[in-house]
């Protein structure tokens, strides 16, 4: 199949790989798009049959999907998480001429090896926290002696954010290291560590559509990583975000020409063609944005946060990225604002109970209010948790106060056993609003 037949028959068949909430986020918006004629989804989840056919195909199996997309006519893969970026999966549709939604396996190592991209940011004049990389736990330990008290200890591969330790003094940096490098709990992911400045500031989650040359910029939003409220306790897949999240004029240039600009030239410099979702987690610093990671794909759960608030045709824009068509300016939006709060399971993230059955799904939500599934199953008696994070209850009004309120209206009619969910979502964007309110 040629790029351009897809495009052609007018209506697309539309594959979606993955199964948590932002892929139950994705479905649904690409349900809306008039342009879809069927929604495939590979492994996708009984939450996600709601809107998409799911089919037994192994999703990280580049040529089962290839050969998949090739019987069932599929115009557009997307991919939401990144598992099979990394084993290759874009690059196999690519190659068969199949459009593709996120990037092939080597810009994919944006995400999936810090060290790479640590690499990548320092040679393109991207700011971020001074990081030193280890192959030997000796030199590792050896060089912390030299480190001042802050730093952060990350593991260089996909550890499903197990694989970083904010150490608040050397004693727990030097415990981090063995366990990444000696412990064995990460596997290959602890072969490589990096040893990094420990930043401090608010933290801003920056979502691009990049289309080769081109992209357009997301409304920002905010992640809650920490399991608890107040920032305190583990860190997590994310708690729950919200969207837009206000920066001012001099943060918002600087993000877009000494982080996004850099990323984009880089990408272009390296020869590294990238047709997908670029997520960039930053820090807004005393000195400026800087950046600590970067995602391939979008954000969860700030998919669920951002997905709501954007109009037109999505799955155009996806397809034209996947494409390398030139975006047309950026996305438009609804204005207003979401707020999404994560219910988890008992023991998250350490070792989440399952199999709990869930109250309070069927009752009719109130307008604007969605509830996403990252981690649920259809028993015989309903729906039962499964996973860690377990739902994602999403709120949409005209200001973030409102939606906040919504979702947690939401939240109120939902339970199972030791589920468990920040109170304090969106409080820390909001008090700056409210701060300058009171001061006016
Ligand atoms: P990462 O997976 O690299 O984004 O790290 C996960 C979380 O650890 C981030 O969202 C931050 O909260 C925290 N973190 C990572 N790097 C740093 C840093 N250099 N300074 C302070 N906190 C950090
Ligand atoms: N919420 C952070 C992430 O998707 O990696």
């Excluded at 260089?156 to 490098?181: N, Y």
Aim: hydrophobic share 40%; aromatic share 4%; charged share 25%.
């Amino acid at each position: 199949m040629t790029e351009r037949s897809a495009r052609a028959r007018g209506r697309l068949r539309v594959l979606l790989l993955g199964a948590g909430g932002r892929e139950h986020a994705l479905a649904w918006k690409l349900r809306r798009s008039a342009s879809l004629e069927k929604l495939f989804s590979a492994p996708g989840s009984e939450a996600i049959s709601e809107h998409a056919e799911r089919v037994a195909l192994d999703s990280l199996d580049p040529s089962a999907v290839t050969a998949f997309c090739g019987r069932e006519k599929v115009g557009l893969v997307v991919v939401g998480p990144e598992a099979p970026l990394e084993a290759g999966v874009a690059d196999a549709l690519r190659a068969a001429g199949v459009p593709v939604f996120g990037p092939g396996k080597a810009a994919a190592r944006l995400e999936t090896s810090k060290a790479f991209a640590k690499d990548f940011m320092t040679r393109h004049g991207v700011p971020t926290a001074r990081h030193q990389t280890f192959s030997s736990a000796a030199e590792a330990r050896d060089a912390l002696r030299s480190w001042a008290s802050g730093v952060v200890v990350k593991a260089d591969g996909l550890a499903q954010g197990k694989g970083v330790a904010v150490c608040a003094d050397r004693a727990e940096a030097l415990k981090a290291v063995s366990e990444f490098m000696e412990g064995g709990r990460l596997g290959k992911a602890g072969a490589r560590i990096i040893l990094e400045e420990r930043l401090s500031g608010p933290e801003l989650s920056v979502m691009a559509l990049v289309s080769s040359g081109s992209m357009s910029l997301l409304p920002f939003s905010r992640d809650h990583k920490r399991l608890a409220d107040d920032d305190e306790g583990p860190n997590t897949g994310g708690m729950g975000a919200v969207a837009p999240v206000p920066v001012g004029p001099e943060a918002l240039r600087r993000i877009e020409s000494e982080v996004m600009a850099r990323v984009l030239a880089g990408l272009k410099a390296d020869g590294l063609d990238y047709r997908g979702a670029l997520y960039a987690g930053l820090m807004l610093t005393k000195d400026g944005p800087k950046a600590l990671e970067f995602n391939c794909r979008f954000g969860d759960p700030e998919a669920q946060a951002v997905l709501p608030l954007l109009e037109g045709d999505f799955l155009e824009t996806l397809l034209d990225c996947s494409l390398g068509r030139p975006l047309a300016g950026p996305v438009k939006t609804s204005g207003g604002a979401c707020a999404c709060v994560v219910l988890a399971s008992e023991g998250y993230p350490e070792a989440p109970r399952t199999g709990r059955p869930i109250s309070g799904l069927e009752a009719p939500l109130e307008e604007g209010v969605r509830v996403f599934h990252a981690g649920t199953s259809r028993g015989e008696r309903g729906w039962v948790t499964k996973g860690g994070r377990v739902l994602g209850v999403t709120a949409t009004a005209a200001s973030l106060e409102e939606a906040r309120n919504k979702a947690y209206a939401g939240v109120s009619r939902i339970s199972f056993e030791g589920m468990r969910y920040r109170k304090d979502i969106g409080a820390a964007t909001l008090e700056p609003a409210r701060k300058a309110r009171r001061a006016s």
